[in-house]
């Protein structure tokens, strides 16, 4: 796997931003906090009052909007520590469902690999909480399903109806649905009470908390390439066929060496 580090450090242009004046500056202040909103632990709700009032007429700075303003520059400059996954160890979601909001964190041993926070849509706020709290881990299964799939991993929750998922009785269509977008997947479901279930709460509840300024942002890079790499070492003809195009490129069109593999390029025409 390949990995990247961002390290966010206390900019001043963040602590010193001015309140904004309108709209157009207040979106442009949430342009770049949007950036970073996978980082900050209850994004969403921190960031509510001030998404209101782009409404249509509905700008008026008040002293709610004052506070979710200076809340969301000190979770910026302060974002928490994030871990790189570790790919031979099981993952965990543990998640939370408030009447409006969807609160998720995956992480390894109990360290954070990413948080995940999102408002219901206006149908699912009316929903049952037991559809509810399904919606939330099918959402975040799709939000790191880069992550999940192929591997182990344990879903928290504090629904102790949805401790027996898979062994009950799909009585109704949206059940039914809901267990369709499971399959393919290697988890357990444990029940976990909501009391020791504190940071997927926290995310889908406002926190004003904050913590250290290192991020590290993670991109994967999959072992099949690694491993074919390897194996075309040792095979004579594919090495036999790159020294000549790499000697005489011209005299195959067709052909492109890329990060040490070569590719046959076919035309649309084919």
Same mark, same amino acid.
């Given at each position: 796997?390949?990995?990247?580090?961002?390290?966010?450090?206390?900019?001043?242009?963040?602590?010193?931003?001015?309140?904004?004046?309108?709209?157009?500056?207040?979106?442009?202040?949430?342009?770049?906090? $949007?950036?970073?909103?996978?980082?900050?632990?209850?994004?969403?709700?921190?960031?509510?009052?001030?998404?209101?009032?782009?409404?249509?007429?509905?700008?008026?700075?008040?002293?709610?909007?004052?506070?979710?303003?200076?809340?969301?520059?000190?979770?910026?400059?302060?974002?928490?520590?994030?871990?790189?996954?570790?790919?031979?160890?099981?993952?965990?979601? $543990?998640?939370?469902?408030?009447?409006?909001?969807?609160?998720?964190?995956?992480?390894?041993?109990?360290?954070?690999?990413?948080?995940?926070?999102?408002?219901?849509?206006?149908?699912?706020?009316?929903?049952?909480?037991?559809?509810?709290?399904?919606?939330?881990?099918?959402?975040?299964?799709?939000?790191?399903?880069?992550?999940?799939?192929?591997?182990?991993?344990?879903?928290?929750?504090?629904?102790?109806?949805?401790? /027996?998922?898979?062994?009950?009785?799909?009585?109704?269509?949206?059940?039914?649905?809901?267990?369709?977008?499971?399959?393919?997947? /290697?988890? /357990?479901?444990?029940?976990?009470?909501?009391?020791?279930?504190?940071?997927?709460?926290?995310?889908?509840?406002?926190?004003?908390?904050?913590?250290?300024?290192?991020?590290?942002?993670?991109?994967?890079?999959? $072992?099949?390439?690694?491993?074919?790499?390897?194996?075309?070492?040792?095979?004579? $003809?594919?090495?036999?066929?790159?020294?000549?195009?790499?000697?005489?490129?011209?005299?195959?069109?067709?052909?492109?060496?890329?990060?040490?593999?070569?590719?046959?390029?076919?035309?649309?025409? /084919?």
């Amino acid at each position: 796997m390949r990995a990247y580090n961002l390290t966010l450090l206390r900019y001043r242009p963040i602590v010193d931003w001015p309140t904004p004046q309108s709209p157009k500056d207040l979106r442009a202040f949430l342009g770049l906090t $949007e950036f970073y909103r996978k980082f900050v632990k209850g994004y969403t709700a921190i960031v509510a009052p001030l998404t209101r009032l782009l409404c249509k007429d509905a700008f008026q700075w008040m002293q709610e909007s004052q506070a979710a303003f200076e809340t969301l520059k000190t979770a910026i400059t302060k974002a928490p520590v994030l871990a790189l996954p570790d790919f031979t160890l099981p993952f965990a979601l $543990e998640k939370d469902a408030s009447g409006t909001t969807m609160g998720v964190v995956l992480h390894q041993r109990s360290h954070p690999i990413a948080f995940f926070s999102k408002p219901f849509c206006p149908c699912m706020q009316h929903a049952s909480a037991y559809v509810r709290e399904l919606h939330v881990i099918i959402a975040a299964i799709r939000k790191w399903r880069q992550y999940l799939l192929g591997h182990k991993f344990t879903i928290f929750t504090d629904h102790r109806n949805l401790r /027996d998922l898979m062994s009950q009785v799909i009585q109704t269509l949206e059940l039914q649905f809901y267990l369709a977008k499971l399959l393919g997947f /290697d988890y /357990d479901i444990q029940y976990k009470a909501r009391t020791s279930n504190v940071v997927s709460y926290s995310l889908s509840r406002i926190d004003n908390s904050s913590s250290t300024q290192c991020l590290c942002l993670s991109i994967t890079h999959h $072992e099949f390439l690694t491993q074919l790499k390897e194996s075309l070492l040792s095979n004579s $003809e594919f090495q036999k066929q790159r020294e000549a195009f790499q000697s005489r490129p011209e005299e195959h069109p067709n052909f492109k060496l890329t990060n040490d593999l070569l590719f046959f390029l076919r035309s649309h025409l /084919d």
